[in-house]
């Protein structure tokens, strides 16, 4: 019912940046709080930031000062503006959303994720 687009990975040199977007589409849903995560080869997938509906963010201790996330909820995107990449920010970077879809009893929490985008940072 809610589908997340991922767009912006790509390859770059250390201390380059990216911008990753993510759209949601679907039909009659809304979007509490958005994020990325990410998973390298051989690790967990682990939060790199997230905003909530409002705009309170988090960051993850080791995108502090690099990163930032952003949304726009009148259409419904979330992006993460990536600054002074470093090799160990390698990894396939993955939208999530916490949406309200219509139930058959009434309104329903569902989490969404996207498809993954590969950032490979070369050192």
């Known amino acids: 019912q809610v589908q997340l687009v991922e767009s912006g990975g790509g390859l770059v040199q250390a201390g380059g940046s990216l911008r990753l977007s993510c759209a949601a589409s679907?039909?009659?849903?809304?979007?509490?709080?958005m994020g990325w995560y990410r998973q390298a080869p051989g690790n967990q997938r682990e939060l790199v930031a997230g905003i909530t509906f409002d705009g309170v963010t988090n960051y993850a201790d080791s995108v502090k000062g690099r990163f930032t996330i952003s949304r726009d909820n009148a259409k419904n995107t979330v992006i993460l503006e990536m600054i002074n990449l470093k090799p160990e920010d390698t990894a396939v970077y993955l939208c999530?959303?916490?949406?309200?879809?219509?139930?058959?009893?009434?309104?329903?929490?569902?989490?969404?994720w996207g498809q993954g985008t590969l950032v490979t940072v070369s050192s």
């Open positions: 679907g039909n009659s849903f809304s979007i509490n709080t």
């Open positions: 999530n959303a916490d949406a309200i879809v219509p139930g058959s009893l009434g309104p329903e929490y569902v989490e969404v």
